[in-house]
């Protein structure tokens, strides 16, 4: 079990500990001597990092390699620094990612399991065999339950694309109630498939990158190509049904300057947008609340993804960090 997280690094005490490397460049000092530089982070932060006389040191690691450090903590400039003694590659097996990379503070397996119970309750139909076609693919499944939902606006973090759809379905049951008229079966299978293709976007396995692919095509025309292949293996599904359900995910960012290449045509499409909207942009509230706990002032720094400073509504204490839904008092979907 991995001890020493970045956190908990304090100025003059000595760390032996393993960490995720983020970045790694030798340069050289104003005197001549070369040292490396790098970023090393866990699952609770990034602390900067610097190994003097590197030339002398076999390093034997890359980015995103998990490495065993020895070192002592110092403050420079105001924050904490590590200053390496010894420095190697990290070569078990039995590492847990979640000790190196955020996460999300609800079990992905139990986010899953209701999820999927969810979705079983739904009426028999075309809808139904899709959702659990595609939650009963074992290798489609484990991505799901991991991914991230975005690289840094929203639920960023292992784990993030379940939690928000898990989310988003909640939502979606409570708001179907009070609009009675939209179909729920075609809202909820919307709000399960509208991120699918973050699953294949981007890459998690040591740090969050986009794929090659994601780079090339982005999430909605993958989920897109993901959601036709499981169709075609389902016989006589609605072709009206599968436009509809094709339109929601190529609508779901609502407008064509923010990626849609359609904007949503009808109310279930529009429920789709907004819903996933509301639900980002609280989300990415909340995490820059978060990182601003400490910041002095009435306002957060600015939120890149938001494009603005945050209000600091009430005491920090009162902003709430991530709880799983039986922590808040939240029904399951």
Same mark, same amino acid.
């Given at each position: 079990?991995?001890?020493?997280?970045?956190?908990?690094?304090?100025?003059? @005490?000595? !760390?032996?500990?393993?960490?995720?490397?983020? &970045?790694?460049?030798?340069?050289?000092?104003?005197?001549? =001597?070369? %040292?490396?530089?790098?970023?090393?982070? #866990? @699952?609770?932060?990034?602390?900067?990092?610097? /190994?003097?006389?590197?030339?002398?040191?076999?390093?034997?690691?890359? *980015? #995103?390699? !998990? !490495?065993?450090?020895?070192?002592?903590?110092?403050?420079?400039?105001?924050?904490?620094?590590?200053?390496?003694?010894?420095? &190697?590659?990290?070569?078990?097996?039995?590492? #847990?990612?979640?000790?190196?990379?955020?996460?999300?503070?609800?079990?992905?397996?139990?986010?899953?399991?209701?999820?999927?119970?969810?979705?079983?309750?739904?009426?028999?139909?075309?809808?139904?065999? /899709?959702?659990? =076609?595609?939650?009963? #693919?074992?290798?489609?499944?484990?991505?799901?339950?991991?991914?991230?939902?975005?690289?840094? %606006?929203?639920?960023?973090?292992?784990?993030?694309?379940?939690?928000?759809?898990?989310?988003?379905?909640?939502?979606?049951?409570?708001?179907?109630?009070?609009?009675?008229?939209?179909?729920?079966?075609? *809202?909820?299978?919307? /709000?399960?498939?509208?991120?699918?293709? +973050?699953?294949?976007?981007?890459?998690?396995?040591? &740090?969050?990158?986009?794929?090659?692919?994601?780079?090339?095509?982005?999430?909605? @025309?993958?989920?897109?190509?993901? *959601?036709?292949?499981?169709?075609?293996? /389902?016989?006589?599904?609605?072709?009206?049904?599968?436009?509809?359900?094709?339109?929601?995910?190529?609508?779901?960012?609502?407008?064509?300057?923010?990626?849609?290449?359609?904007?949503?045509?009808?109310? $279930?499409?529009?429920?789709?947008? %907004?819903?996933?909207?509301?639900?980002?942009?609280?989300?990415?509230?909340?995490?820059?609340?978060?990182?601003?706990?400490?910041?002095?002032?009435?306002?957060?720094?600015?939120?890149? =993804?938001?494009?603005? $400073?945050?209000?600091?509504?009430?005491?920090?204490?009162? *902003?709430?960090?991530?709880? &799983?839904?039986?922590?808040?008092?939240? +029904?399951?979907?």
């Amino acid at each position: 079990m991995k001890e020493g997280f970045v956190a908990h690094l304090t100025p003059e @005490t000595f !760390v032996r500990s393993t960490f995720l490397v983020q &970045s790694k460049e030798r340069k050289i000092a104003s005197n001549g =001597a070369a %040292y490396l530089d790098l970023n090393l982070q #866990d @699952t609770t932060g990034v602390i900067p990092a610097k /190994l003097w006389d590197c030339d002398r040191h076999t390093l034997d690691f890359e *980015v #995103d390699d !998990v !490495v065993r450090v020895e070192g002592q903590v110092e403050s420079y400039r105001g924050a904490a620094q590590l200053k390496i003694r010894k420095i &190697s590659r990290c070569t078990d097996e039995a590492l #847990d990612l979640r000790d190196y990379l955020p996460h999300s503070a609800r079990d992905p397996e139990e986010m899953f399991a209701s999820l999927l119970t969810r979705l079983q309750r739904m009426e028999e139909g075309p809808l139904r065999a /899709l959702l659990l =076609a595609i939650m009963e #693919d074992p290798a489609l499944v484990e991505q799901y339950k991991l991914a991230p939902a975005a690289m840094s %606006y929203h639920h960023a973090y292992l784990g993030g694309l379940l939690e928000h759809v898990c989310s988003l379905v909640e939502l979606a049951d409570q708001l179907v109630d009070h609009y009675p008229s939209l179909r729920r079966d075609l *809202v909820v299978a919307g /709000l399960v498939l509208h991120d699918l293709g +973050k699953t294949q976007e981007l890459a998690f396995g040591r &740090s969050f990158r986009y794929t090659t692919r994601g780079q090339l095509l982005g999430h909605i @025309t993958i989920g897109l190509e993901i *959601v036709q292949e499981k169709i075609r293996s /389902l016989p006589d599904f609605p072709a009206d049904l599968k436009a509809q359900l094709e339109h929601i995910i190529l609508s779901h960012h609502g407008q064509l300057e923010f990626g849609s290449p359609k904007e949503p045509m009808f109310p $279930e499409a529009l429920v789709v947008h %907004y819903l996933d909207d509301l639900d980002s942009k609280l989300a990415s509230m909340k995490a820059q609340y978060a990182a601003d706990r400490d910041r002095a002032g009435d306002w957060t720094a600015r939120n890149p =993804a938001l494009r603005k $400073e945050l209000l600091k509504v009430g005491e920090p204490s009162e *902003v709430p960090a991530a709880k &799983s839904a039986s922590q808040s008092g939240a +029904k399951k979907p």
